[in-house]
């Protein structure tokens, strides 16, 4: 048999082999990964590509070497799981790099990390300002985590003591013009109804590169026609401007009658729909 053919049918074999023993392993970032798991990864694919290579005399042992790797990769991980020590034997401890406001210069040392590095690892987090700067800490995987003085935090609706509406994952009904018939039963709609909205817009489903919909069923649309310019969605809006409506005209019909018993029907019914106006809201327009 051909060298070349040999070499064809090993790397083919090789290359499933390893695909499923990286499935086994893991996901993963290589951004995420600890400086053990990378070097992990480095040393499988050498040793897979030696051996499709054929630069492993005894195939038998190259693949003896890859499953060892593989196997240790994966009992590693397992115990790490199951025990702090071996985690931290393993992966190393975080690193506090500011502690109440103030640089720990050491532990900078200790983790090779210059003054200007940190300040671009906190930029890259958003943080400009270094006296904003509570804590940060470098993760095992060399990233850096800021949390920030509690007068420098964003502002949350729970600061404020608003209600806000849940918010689920957006389900993605059309991808690249298919229509995505599980993602559509997720929010419990079929095909008909994609199409009657699609038709309310005025555009084909041939025309649209992704459609999404979201929590509160709001239908967003991209096309692959740029110029196409199509109208917000407005459901939540829509609806509330419909129950402010009939409040207006409950109360507006209330002042208008003489009737004593109308205009308490009325006025009782401006008052109800005002409280669910008041507990909608932030569900609708927030």
């Not at 509406?165 to 995505?180: F, H, R």
């Not at 909205?197 to 929590?215: C, E, H, M, P, R």
């Amino acid at each position: 048999m051909q060298n070349w053919i040999i070499v064809l049918i090993r790397t083919s074999i090789i290359f499933f082999l390893t695909l499923v023993m990286i499935r086994f392993m893991g996901k993963g970032s290589l951004s995420k990964m600890t400086p053990f798991k990378l070097v992990s990864y480095i040393v499988i694919a050498i040793i897979a590509s030696l051996i499709s290579l054929g630069l492993i005399g005894n195939l038998i042992f190259g693949l003896l070497s890859l499953f060892i790797w593989v196997a240790f990769s994966i009992a590693l991980d397992y115990l790490s799981i199951k025990s702090k020590w071996v985690h931290d034997f393993i992966n190393g401890r975080e690193t506090v790099l500011i502690k109440n406001g103030k640089i720990m210069e050491e532990n900078l040392l200790d983790v090779k990390l210059t003054g200007e590095e940190l300040l671009k690892s906190l930029r890259s987090k958003n943080v400009f300002n270094l006296a904003d700067v509570e804590f940060a800490v470098m993760e095992t995987t060399g990233e850096i985590n800021a949390l920030l003085k509690s007068d420098k935090k964003p502002v949350t609706a729970h600061d404020l003591k608003q209600k806000v509406a849940p918010i689920s994952e957006p389900q993605t009904v059309i991808l690249d013009g298919n229509i995505l018939d599980e993602s559509l039963s997720n929010r419990g709609l079929n095909e008909e109804w994609l199409k009657s909205q699609l038709s309310n817009l005025g555009v084909s489903l041939d025309n649209v590169f992704l459609a999404q919909i979201d929590s509160s069923g709001d239908l967003y649309v991209d096309l692959f026609d740029d110029s196409i310019e199509l109208p917000k969605p407005q459901v939540k809006e829509l609806l509330y401007a419909n129950i402010s409506k009939a409040q207006a005209d409950c109360l507006s019909f209330s002042l208008e009658t003489n009737n004593p018993k109308v205009k308490g029907m009325y006025s009782s019914d401006s008052k109800k729909l005002e409280k669910m106006m008041n507990k909608l809201e932030p569900y609708l327009l927030r």
